[in-house]
């Protein structure tokens, strides 16, 4: 495509999930120019690729959601306790067609490249269909679950069933009824998909390399009563959300430590919890479960020991006891039925840690010590979290930056929002902001009126240029690493550290300060004149 014909914007946003969505209605709502770009043929992000049976939000559904327009919380209305994927998508439709969205994103594009000229201060957007675009701000709202990872094994492409990737899920319904059918991963994907593929095929077979922390979801229709009680308080819920750790309203803090309680008063308080479902009010059981390793182990046993109650065969139920990492250091998953499903006759469990994945045959799999035969084989193996997607594309400047190069040994943002040496270049979410550490929707708000408002104040001084400092990213990534080796969170091999991907650097990526926090710091930044960020005409 020439040169004259790259349309230039004020802005260019790429993903149109909730983050998005959202910055296109602020930016819009600032007078600005705004181009989307979507590699999907429809808006949602996680939830327009994540359509897996069983796919569900571990969030409630009347806290994940946006918070940015009352009328539209009042109403929005909720089926679910937690909402199926379906819903959430639904919902995403609703706010793209209620504020007009759409004529601004461009769908099935995908992004090659980003270049900032530094002389011209603008970046080009280009597709890998070869459009450009030209914006002063370019805004990454690309996610950090986007970019899914098919382990390479050996002969994948030999292998004559259907298979799968979780998100990279089929529209159309699949049917497994009959089938023969092997999932690899045992991760909040796996077990959400478990038991739902276990009613339909004529066999699951799980390979496990790791066991997970499973909790109950107690999840079913949310009772009007319960909606409307919320609604009447949705203002002071939303205001109170940014108070606490993970973003979310609604659980009182805890009072002690697990190890000032006596054991009955723990073991009552775990039955309590577990009986109430969910992970938060799990966690919030005690101060430091996840500061201490005493405490965690009493919260780690409960759990083991819910798990051999539940599953009848005790070689099964000693396999899928996590073993290798404190609860709550990796994220606790949710489910309905997920332990239940192994006392089925169509259920077996297979531990590939002691007999490792060999290579995918052309009719199953074989792992060193045996081989299965399947019809097909779903991989719910993860992502390259948090920097993937951002590393697919080629992000450079003028002035030789490239993101590839500086986030060699590991990312580094300043407050997990910007990057020294990409001027005018906003990530939402990104590595070092609690995003993925929180109720999702909150930190993209956050985040995104932390950015309009920085691009408000810019336009209003005459300001075209904001660069993160090299010090103040630095001092930012210190914080970050800081904060999580205060914790336990550290100890696990989980995608926070990039463990799931092979040759990936560890780096623990998420901010674990809190919510809370993080906003009380991103507030202060403003207050100090956008402190550890250089402005210039
Ligand atoms: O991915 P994961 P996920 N051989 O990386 C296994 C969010 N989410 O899609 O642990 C054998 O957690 C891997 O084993 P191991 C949520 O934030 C939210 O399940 O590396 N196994 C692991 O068991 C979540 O944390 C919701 O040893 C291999 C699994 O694949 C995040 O998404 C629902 C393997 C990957 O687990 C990611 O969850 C779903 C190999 N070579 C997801 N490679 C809700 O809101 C990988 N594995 C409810």
């Not at 009824?177 to 796996?190: D, E, F, L, N, Q």
């Amino acid at each position: 495509m020439s040169d004259q014909s790259t349309e230039t914007f004020d802005a260019v946003v790429i993903g149109a999930g909730f983050a998005g969505l959202y910055s296109l209605y602020r930016l819009r709502n600032l007078g600005l120019s705004v181009k989307v770009f979507e590699a999907g043929d429809g808006v949602g992000g996680t939830w327009y690729w994540n359509r897996y049976p069983g796919a569900r939000c571990d969030v409630e559904s009347m806290e994940y959601s946006y918070s940015f327009d009352p009328e539209l919380e009042q109403e929005w209305v909720w089926p679910d306790k937690y909402s199926k994927q379906s819903d959430i998508l639904r919902y995403a439709n609703h706010v793209a067609e209620r504020y007009d969205l759409l004529k601004d994103i461009q769908f099935e594009t995908r992004i090659k490249s980003a270049f900032y000229d530094r002389d011209a201060n603008t970046w080009t957007i280009e597709t890998t269909e070869g459009q450009k675009v030209r914006a002063q701000y370019c805004i990454m709202a690309v996610g950090n679950l986007s970019t899914p990872r098919v382990p390479d094994f050996k002969g994948v492409d030999r292998f004559k069933g259907d298979w799968y990737h979780s998100g990279l899920w089929p529209k159309e319904e699949v049917d497994f009824s009959g089938k023969r059918v092997g999932i690899i991963g045992t991760g909040s994907t796996a077990i959400q998909i478990i038991p739902h593929v276990a009613q339909q095929a004529k066999h699951l077979t799980i390979f496990q390399r790791t066991a997970n922390y499973s909790l109950p979801a107690r999840n079913g229709p949310l009772p009007e009563d319960v909606r409307a009680a919320h609604k009447k308080k949705y203002r002071e819920l939303r205001e109170q959300a940014y108070f606490t750790p993970f973003g979310i309203a609604g659980y009182p803090p805890p009072e002690k430590g697990a190890i000032e309680a006596t054991p009955e008063e723990r073991e009552a308080k775990y039955h309590e919890k577990w009986a109430e479902g969910g992970t938060i009010s799990y966690l919030f059981s005690y101060t430091d479960l996840l500061l201490s390793e005493e405490s965690n182990k009493t919260a780690s046993d409960f759990v083991r020991e819910r798990i051999r109650d539940i599953v009848k065969d005790p070689a099964t139920a000693e396999l899928l006891c996590p073993n290798d990492h404190p609860i709550g250091t990796k994220r606790i998953c949710l489910d309905s039925g997920y332990y239940e499903t192994f006392n089925r006759d169509n259920v077996s469990l297979v531990d590939v840690r002691s007999a490792p994945i060999e290579e995918i045959t052309p009719n199953g799999l074989r792992t060193t010590k045996e081989e299965f035969e399947l019809d097909s084989l779903i991989f719910a193996t993860g992502f390259d979290a948090m920097t993937g997607a951002i590393l697919e594309m080629d992000v450079r400047t003028s002035d030789g930056a490239d993101m590839k190069e500086r986030w060699k040994d590991g990312p580094k943002t300043y407050l997990g929002i910007m990057v020294s040496g990409f001027p005018n270049m906003f990530v939402i979410t990104g590595p070092g902001s609690p995003g993925v550490k929180s109720q999702m929707i909150l930190s993209i708000e956050q985040h995104t009126d932390w950015i309009t408002d920085c691009i408000e104040n810019m336009r209003a001084k005459g300001i075209n240029r904001a660069e993160a400092e090299a010090d103040a990213e630095v001092k930012w990534v210190e914080h970050v690493n800081e904060v999580a080796n205060s914790t336990l969170y550290p100890q696990a091999n989980s995608w926070y550290v990039g463990a799931n991907i092979p040759g990936k650097p560890r780096i623990f990526m998420p901010y674990v300060g809190g919510v809370e926090a993080y906003k009380k710091i991103c507030d202060e930044v403003v207050e100090k004149g956008y402190e550890g960020i250089s402005l210039s005409p």
